[in-house]
Every structure is written in C-alpha cells, then in structure tokens.
C-alpha cells in the first residue's frame, strides 16, 4: 500500500504561480503511475495531469501550456507546477496512484487508482 502526501496549496491571485507536491512512501516506483485531480462538485474528481512511470505526461485541455507535472524518484516525489492560474483553477488537489498501471496517463479517477492522498487547497482569487 502506498500513501501519498500532498502540499503546497495555498492562496495567489490571478496570474500566479503555486507549485503543489505529493510524497509517495515509501517509495515512488511503488505508486506506479500517478496523476493530479481535482473535485467536481457532484460529479467523480477530474484529472488534471498525469504521468506514467517513463515520465510521459497527459494533460487535460483547460491546464494545457499553464501546468506541468513531474515526477522527482531520487525525492520520491510527484509535482504540479501551475503557472498562469485562473480563478477557476481553485479546487482542492489531490494525487492519486495506479500502482500496476493499468491505464496509464489516465486523466479518469477510475478504480485503477487505488490510492489517494488527502487533498491540498488552492484558492486563486484578487
């Protein structure tokens, strides 16, 4: 089993940069295949990123060219870099891992991910 532990929310106006981070233990190559998601309200969380274990990436649409997500073995590590954001972009984050990748570069919460962190805030606001 693997946990996963995000930070890095916080509050930035529009036009900001946060950098959110999630540390998978005890070791990174355990979590597999990883993405970032946000919630919906009413609705399954959406996927923001994602990226397999050879550092291929995914992307949804709305954060295409604003946001990059990386993956760090030697830290154990998981990023979100997010420039440029929106007010929309406020969400609570959470990483998420599919440790047999089973749908790599999934952008859908799906029970391939079977595990989740416990989510970090990001609120973009003037």
């Known amino acids: 089993q693997v946990q996963l532990m995000e930070s890095g929310g916080g509050s930035v106006q529009p036009g900001g940069s946060l950098t959110l981070s999630c540390v998978a233990s005890p070791n990174i190559k355990d979590a597999g295949c990883m993405g970032w998601f946000r919630q919906v309200p009413n609705k399954q969380r959406q996927g923001v990123a994602a990226?397999?274990?050879?550092?291929?990436?995914n992307y949804a649409d709305s954060v295409k060219g604003r946001f990059t997500i990386s993956r760090d073995n030697a830290r154990n590590t998981l990023y979100l870099q997010m420039n440029s954001l929106k007010p929309e972009d406020t969400n609570i984050y959470y990483c998420?891992?599919?440790?047999?990748?089973?749908?790599?570069?999934?952008?859908?919460?799906?029970?391939?991910?079977?595990?989740w962190g416990q989510g970090t805030q990001v609120t973009v606001s003037s």
């Open positions: 998420a891992a599919d440790s047999g990748c089973r749908v790599p570069r999934s952008l859908i919460s799906g029970i391939w991910y079977e595990n």
């Open positions: 990226i397999d274990t050879a550092g291929v990436t």
